[in-house]
């Protein structure tokens, strides 16, 4: 008998039926990820960019908190894998009206949709809605609260292990506003199951919460310190709207000691790329001529959250096909 994993990402067999975050998944399913999304690379590459691994199926995107590249970036990923997608702007549908986030999954339930991708301003929400969906359903979480953002961080690790290769071999700065960064949570608990030589968070102490000290990383509030030898420097946008009471020094004070500037990049290793999840604000975190420069993969790193974002769609999707399948058959 197989024991249930206490892990509700993972079904009987240890398949990842949810993506809700990085924390608590091996290597083994990291890497999954990353090689089936460099075969949809591929695909993605070509003039008919579609394969029909999500046919028939229908895919809803619940957005409760705006976004552009990832909720676009997952519909494309979607209609490339053939399925049909739903857009449903959670800020203007019933719940809005004061029906329940339940009633509103039942209702979507009841029009047969096999996936939602939710993105929430509350940490927990996308845990909270696969705990409460029917069981034929999957879930991936497109960022909740300052928690998690399963896929984003995958995007950044398929980014650099297609520029710089072995993580092992790595040291990677993460600079900027830790404290309310879903981002950065997730990508310090990708590097390190990956086994990244070096994870350095930088930021001023009022944006940095303590528990992250006890992740294996090594913490820095000198930037120019820190990019000493650092071979990836991913950068983060102060979220403001997160931000309560004074954490910051001015923009211009935060600008010296944080800002990205051609000056600063040439401190860290001759080839070291520079990346952002996005929205980059341009002379708040990083300078213009930096964000476009020939070090940056900003823009590598859309194009390649399509083909990671097809691949946790289609192994979520193929868990739940071969439950199904073997219970039809039992
Ligand atoms: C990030 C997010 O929403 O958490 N952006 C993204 O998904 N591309 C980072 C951010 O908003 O700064």
Do not use: W
Request: charged share 20%; aromatic share 6%.
């Amino acid at each position: 008998m197989i024991n249930k994993p206490a892990n509700i990402q993972l079904d009987e067999h240890g398949r990842l039926k949810h993506f809700l975050s990085i924390e608590g998944l091996s290597r083994e399913i990291i890497n999954q990820i990353l090689d089936t999304a460099a075969g949809f690379a591929g695909v993605n590459d070509k003039a008919i960019k579609k394969v029909p691994l999500l046919r028939g199926k229908t895919v809803a995107n619940l957005f409760f908190e705006t976004s552009t590249r990832t909720r676009t970036t997952f519909e494309l990923a979607a209609k490339r894998l053939s399925a049909d997608v739903l857009n449903i702007n959670m800020n203007t549908s019933s719940t809005s009206k004061g029906e329940t986030l339940l009633d509103t999954l039942r209702n979507l339930e009841a029009m047969q949709c096999d996936m939602f991708v939710v993105r929430h301003q509350d940490s927990g929400a996308a845990h909270f809605i696969a705990e409460n969906v029917a069981p034929h359903v999957n879930i991936i979480n497109a960022g909740d609260g300052r928690h998690s953002h399963p896929t984003q961080a995958m995007l950044d690790m398929f980014t650099i292990r297609h520029f710089k290769g072995d993580f092992e071999k790595l040291r990677i700065a993460i600079v900027g506003d830790i404290s309310h960064s879903r981002v950065a949570r997730s990508q310090v608990h990708a590097l390190s199951t990956l086994g990244a030589r070096e994870i350095r968070l930088v930021s001023p102490k009022t944006l940095l919460p303590a528990e992250m000290a006890s992740f294996g990383v090594e913490v820095f509030h000198d930037f120019d310190a820190a990019l000493d030898g650092v071979d990836v420097i991913i950068m983060l946008r102060l979220q403001k709207e997160r931000m309560r009471g004074a954490l910051l020094p001015s923009a211009d004070e935060y600008y010296a000691r944080y800002g990205l500037t051609t000056e600063r990049l040439a401190l860290a290793a001759d080839d070291a790329i520079v990346m952002h999840p996005g929205p980059t604000n341009r002379g708040v975190e990083i300078e213009g001529i930096v964000a476009d420069g020939h070090r940056s993969v900003i823009l590598q790193q859309v194009t390649f959250g399509i083909a990671v974002r097809m691949a946790v769609m289609s192994i979520a999707i193929s868990a739940t096909e071969q439950s199904s399948a073997r219970s039809s058959h039992s």
